[in-house]
C-alpha cells in the first residue's frame, strides 16, 4: 500500500542497511546480474540465509539487522543531502514497481519530478565506457532530442556514451536521471564531478545503496537493473558482446518493456552487441523519432529545439 510523501519505513532502511551489510557476500556472486536478481527478491531472513553460511558471520549479519536504528540512517539521509523513497512512498516511480527485486529505497539527490513517469516518460540511453566518436555522437544527440521532446533521459553517468547521454539532455535544458552504482551524493566516476553537479540542479541523481557506500563491482549489474525499471524504452547506443549494457536491455526485456539499438559497422567489437539485438528483435534506432514512436506512440515530434533530428548531419548520412 503506498502513503503520500513521508520518512522512508523502518523496515525498507533496514532492507537497504542489509543488501550493503551483505556486500562481500554479494560479490561472491561474480556480478551474474539473473543470480542477484533472484537474491534480490527474497525476504530479508531468506537473503541472510542464501548468502551466509551458519556460524559467527550470520550470527553478526543478524545481529547488526536486528539492532539496526531507523532513525539514524534518516539522519545519515539528511546529512548527505539526500532524500529517501521508500516502496511504500507514493512518490516511489510506479514503473519500479513492476520488479520483483525493486530496491526498498531510492536515495535521491536533486529533483523528485524528475521520477516522475507521469510528468515525462523516461528513456535510457547506455552503452559502451570506451565508446568511439561515432557512438559519443549518437548517444549526445539522442538525449538532446529526447529531453528537447519533453522526456527524461535516464542513464548511468559512466563515461563514454551514458555521460554523453545526459550531457544531451542537459544541452537541451531538459531532464535527466543517472543511476549510480554507489551513494548518490558521491560523484562516480570522480572525473564527472562537474557533471553530477549538473545533473543535480536540473535533473536527479539516484541509488538504491545508502550514504557514504563505495560502489563495488556487483553494483554495476544491479545498478543496471533500475536504469531499466525506470524506463518504458531501453535504447543501447555501442556495445561490445559482453557489455554491460546487455544486462540493461535484457532487465528491459524480461520486464516486457521496449528495446531498441542503434546499428554500428559490422567490423566494429562496439556494434557487435548492438547489431546481435537488432538481429534478435530490438528496435532498430537511427533517431530521437525512433524512440519517440516507440515510447509515446506515433505521431509525436522531435521538437524544433532538436533540429527536426537527434543526430548531426553527418551521422545521418553514416546511417
Known amino acids: 500500500m503506498s502513503r503520500p510523501g513521508v520518512l522512508p519505513c523502518d523496515a525498507c532502511l533496514r532492507r537497504t542497511w542489509l543488501v550493503s551489510a551483505l556486500t562481500a557476500h554479494i560479490a561472491r556472486l561474480g556480478g551474474r546480474s539473473d543470480d542477484q536478481r533472484t537474491l534480490f527478491a527474497l525476504g530479508d531472513g531468506e537473503l541472510i540465509g542464501a548468502l551466509t553460511a551458519p556460524g559467527t558471520r550470520r550470527l553478526r549479519v543478524r545481529e547488526g539487522y536486528e539492532s539496526f536504528h531507523a532513525a539514524a540512517a534518516r539522519g545519515r539521509c539528511r546529512s548527505a543531502g539526500l532524500m529517501a523513497l521508500c516502496r511504500h512512498d507514493a512518490r516511489y516511480p510506479h514503473p519500479l514497481r513492476d520488479m520483483p527485486d525493486a530496491p526498498a529505497v531510492l536515495h535521491v539527490a536533486g529533483e523528485l519530478p524528475a521520477l516522475d513517469p507521469d510528468a515525462a516518460p523516461a528513456v535510457a540511453i547506455v552503452g559502451a565506457r570506451r565508446a568511439s566518436a561515432y557512438g559519443l555522437e549518437v548517444a549526445r544527440g539522442l538525449g538532446r532530442g529526447l529531453a528537447a521532446a519533453g522526456l527524461t533521459v535516464v542513464s548511468g553517468m559512466a563515461l563514454g556514451i551514458d555521460a554523453a547521454a545526459h550531457e544531451g539532455a542537459l544541452e537541451a535544458d531538459g531532464s535527466t536521471v543517472a543511476v549510480l552504482a554507489g551513494a548518490a551524493e558521491i560523484p562516480y566516476p570522480a572525473s564527472k564531478r562537474a ?50 549494457a546487455l544486462i540493461t536491455s535484457k532487465v528491459a526485456g524480461d520486464l516486457g518493456r521496449d528495446v531498441g539499438a542503434v546499428p554500428g559497422r559490422v567490423t566494429s567489437p562496439l556494434a557487435a552487441g548492438t547489431n546481435a539485438l537488432i538481429n534478435d528483435g530490438a528496435a532498430l534506432i537511427a533517431g530521437a523519432q525512433n524512440a519517440l514512436d516507440l515510447a ?20 545521418r548520412r553514416v546511417l
Request: overall charge positive.
Open 195 to 244: 557533471l553530477h553537479g549538473r545533473i543535480v540542479r536540473k535533473g536527479a541523481v539516484v541509488s538504491e545503496l545508502p550514504p557514504a557506500f563505495r560502489a563495488r563491482r556487483w553494483c554495476f549489474p544491479a545498478r543496471n537493473r533500475v536504469i531499466a525499471g525506470l524506463a518504458r524504452l531501453t535504447i543501447v547506443v555501442e556495445a561490445a558482446e559482453r557489455s554491460g
Open 296 to 315: 509515446c506512440g506515433v505521431g509525436m515530434r522531435v521538437a524544433e529545439a532538436a533540429g527536426g533530428s537527434s543526430l548531426e548531419p553527418r551521422v
